[in-house]
């Protein structure tokens, strides 16, 4: 199979602390993972794209200083929520692919409140 | 314009009926289709890809059509469980970038 493993799987915090969530391929290696985010009613949408060994690239509007994202090891990319804010509260969810035959596979997510 | 669309729903439908979707999609570039289920507040799981000649799994048939750049989803025969909503997924720069359509809401009643 492939399976990709997201932790935690909920969190609150406060406002203005940062919370890091990370993500692993428990049997394959991915040398890309995308952080996605769901908002209630709404669309998975892309934040950005992790590249192991290299920077993250960000989709149009994703703050990169505020999303620190890291991708150090063909099976672990971890997403940052830095000074983290109310509206940052939402369902953050990984993927990763083996390859095309499986499709990509997601993370079960992270619900991050901000208090 | 978005670059993948579909209809929201519900589309609230009874056991043992055939549903159909469809989600368009505005890149003509785009190489990698799929549906994906998502039950409330979990993950989205991958349904099935889509091929350029069709495909099927089981109840459920997938068909790409790129002249018209829409892809679809059938289900025949409609359970109970089938109730979730369906992301279309289109996937651009050979398996680079993904985009997931809203997702469109499944309703099966007894």
């Known amino acids: 199979g492939a399976v990709v493993s997201q932790h935690p799987s909920r969190v609150i915090c406060k406002s203005g602390t940062s919370v890091k969530i990370e993500c692993r391929s428990l049997d394959f290696q991915a040398t890309t993972m995308f952080w996605y985010r769901q908002f209630p009613k709404q669309s998975l949408m892309l934040m950005a794209t992790s590249n192991e060994g290299s920077k993250a690239t960000y989709e149009q509007g994703v703050e990169k200083d505020k999303f620190l994202i890291n991708h150090a090891s063909l099976t672990l990319s971890t997403l940052t929520v830095t000074s983290a804010h109310p509206e940052d509260s939402s369902f953050y969810i990984c993927s990763a692919s083996r390859d095309r035959s499986y499709g990509y596979t997601f993370g079960s997510g992270t619900r991050l409140t901000v208090v | ?110």
């Open chain 2, 1 to 110: 314009r978005k670059e993948v669309e579909q209809d929201p729903g519900p589309f609230n439908v009874p056991e043992g009926a055939t549903v159909a979707f469809n989600c368009t999609y505005s890149n003509s570039a785009s190489q990698s289709f799929f549906w994906y289920r998502q039950d409330c507040r979990k993950e989205p799981k991958l349904l099935m890809s889509v091929y350029s000649s069709g495909n099927e799994d089981g109840r459920f048939t997938a068909q790409l059509n790129r002249a018209s750049q829409y892809i679809s989803l059938l289900i025949r025969d409609s359970k109970l469980s089938d109730s979730a909503t369906y992301l279309c997924v289109v996937g651009l720069n050979n398996f680079n970038k993904f985009y997931f359509g809203s997702g469109t809401k499944l309703n099966v009643k007894p």
